[in-house]
T-cell receptor
Framework: GENVEQHPSTLSVQEGDSAVIKCTYS??????FPWYKQELGKRPQLIID?????GEKKDQRIAVTLNKTAKHFSLHITETQPEDSAVYFC???????????FGAGTRLFVKA | EPEVTQTPSHQVTQMGQEVILRCVPI?????FYWYRQILGQKVEFLVS????????KSEIFDDQFSVERPDGSNFTLKIRSTKLEDSAMYFC?????????????FGDGTRLSIL
């Protein structure tokens, strides 16, 4: 079945450093890849997404890259701040948009 | 900004009882979803619903689960005979659907505790 692998499970960085989270997906029919930030007890919040016809997208300190051939995509956060500390989930959605599979999550700690 | 709303925020139920979780999707959205998140784990897809029928469901969504859109605004998830392992946060989401790659909007979730 479809699967999304996410690494690392935990990431600790110093404030101001960059953080990179990587995901791979198995379903080659996936065409939409959102990233969510989830704080404790809260809903997943969309922070950035990328469509399959695009290789890279940037929004201020956040960027996402997609390699469709290798079936992997990555989240890059630059100049990290303590408020970036949260759990980050990658996800992949199939064509038609009926099913989204989430990665296992990365717990990011940003130390002040 | 319009939001997906879910009620109740916390539901405590005895094992074996039926439970109904309620969601009001964003009004002009056409696609509706339920997800489950066991404490400390990932978000798991349960079911998607479009045009008054289930579009896709996961292996978690067995005969104990059902969904319904009883009127023009509500979208419900029913668990017929709850088990301890059904304890989780349940998120509803909706998507407008004009294009297949539009984002989903999540509600705040219902925390279901089975005793």
């Amino acid at each position: 079945g479809e699967n999304v692998e996410q690494h690392p499970s935990t990431l600790s960085v110093q404030e101001g450093d960059s953080a990179v989270i990587k995901c791979t997906y198995s379903d080659s029919a996936s065409n939409y890849f959102p990233w969510y930030k989830q704080e404790l007890g809260k809903r997943p919040q969309l922070i950035i997404d990328i469509r399959s016809n695009v290789g890279e997208k940037k929004d201020q300190r956040i960027a996402v890259t997609l390699n469709k051939t290798a079936k992997h995509f990555s989240l890059h956060i630059t100049e990290t701040q303590p408020e970036d500390s949260a759990v980050y989930f990658c996800a992949a959605r199939n064509t038609g948009g009926f099913k989204t599979i989430f990665g296992a999550g990365t717990r990011l700690f940003v130390k002040a | 900004e319009p939001e997906v709303t879910q009620t109740p925020s916390h539901q405590v139920t005895q094992m074996g009882q039926e439970v109904i979780l309620r969601c009001v999707p964003i009004s002009n959205h056409l696609y509706f979803y339920w997800y489950r998140q066991i404490l400390g784990q990932k978000v798991e897809f349960l079911v998607s619903f479009y045009n008054n029928e289930i579009s896709e469901k996961s292996e978690i969504f067995d005969d104990q689960f059902s969904v319904e859109r009883p009127d023009g605004s509500n979208f419900t998830l029913k668990i017929r005979s709850t088990k301890l392992e059904d304890s989780a946060m349940y998120f509803c989401a909706s998507r407008q659907g004009l294009r297949s790659n539009q984002p989903q909007h999540f509600g705040d979730g219902t925390r279901l505790s089975i005793l």
